[in-house]
């Protein structure tokens, strides 16, 4: 099946430093691959969304000079955290999907996340 | 934007007991919904899906049917075990430029020995 692989999986970081976490998907292209942050027991929220050669697209309330993504090729997307605060700290997961087939999607295939400690 | 809402948000059942989830979703355009299970820790799994051209899908224990008139699909699990207890997300999606998909609230499930 489809591999996403998301490294680091945990970090530790100090205040005011930057992070970056990627993203890869190991056998398949990825045209799309989405950054989502979730804090315990709640859902997954989207943060945005990375299409390879293009400028990622934000959701409302997501600040793009602070999580700077790039999707250089069709298997690796990454995400830096920029001047982390402790309110940054939180588990966050990439997911990547395939090109479409006949027009309709293909499934999300998920990273195994990063758990992030701002100190 | 699609609006998805899933309930119940928590779900005790006794093993071997059937498990229901529900969600339902706000723009009609949405045409795949698939299941993700969550493991505490871990990286959410499909599970199961249905894309929009058909009403049921089946896997062993496991179903998912769709009502695209009311907006609504449903998670079956049957025959309940231990190891299905998890936090299940549903999620809808459609062909379009942004190729988003928008997750439910999650259900966490605990089945009881």
């Known amino acids: 099946g489809a591999v996403v692989s998301q490294h680091p999986s945990w970090v530790i970081c100090k205040s005011g430093t930057s992070v970056k976490i990627e993203c890869r998907s190991l056998?398949?292209?990825?045209?799309?691959m989405f950054w989502y942050r979730q804090f315990p027991k709640q859902s997954l929220m989207l943060m945005a969304t990375?299409?390879?050669?293009?400028?990622?697209?934000?959701e409302q309330g997501v600040e793009k000079d602070k999580f700077l993504i790039n999707h250089a090729s069709l298997t690796l997307s990454t995400l830096t955290v920029t001047s982390a605060h402790p309110e940054d700290s939180s588990f966050y997961i990439c997911?990547?999907?395939?090109?479409?087939?006949?027009?309709?999607?293909?499934?999300?295939?998920f990273g195994n996340g990063t758990r992030l400690t701002v100190t | 934007g699609e609006n998805v809402e899933q309930h119940p948000s928590t779900l005790s059942v006794q093993e071997g007991d059937s498990a229901v989830i529900k969600c339902t979703y706000s723009?009609?355009?949405?045409?795949?919904f698939p299941w993700y299970k969550q493991e505490l820790g871990k990286r959410p799994q499909l599970i199961i899906d249905?894309?929009?051209?058909?009403g049921e899908k089946k896997d062993q224990r496991i179903a998912v049917t769709l009502n695209k008139t009311a907006k609504h699909f449903s998670l079956h699990i049957t025959e309940t075990q231990p190891e299905d207890s998890a936090v299940y997300f549903c999620?809808?999606?459609?062909?379009?430029?942004?190729?988003?998909?928008?997750f439910g609230t999650g259900t966490s499930l605990t089945v009881i020995p």
């Open positions: 997911s990547a999907r395939a090109r479409d087939r006949g027009g309709y999607n293909s499934p999300l295939h």
């Open positions: 056998d398949f292209q990825a045209t799309t």
């Open positions: 990375s299409n390879e050669g293009s400028k990622a697209t934000y």
């Open positions: 723009d009609s355009a949405s045409n795949y």
């Open positions: 249905i894309r929009s051209n058909v």
């Open positions: 999620a809808a999606s459609y062909s379009n430029t942004g190729n988003q998909f928008y």
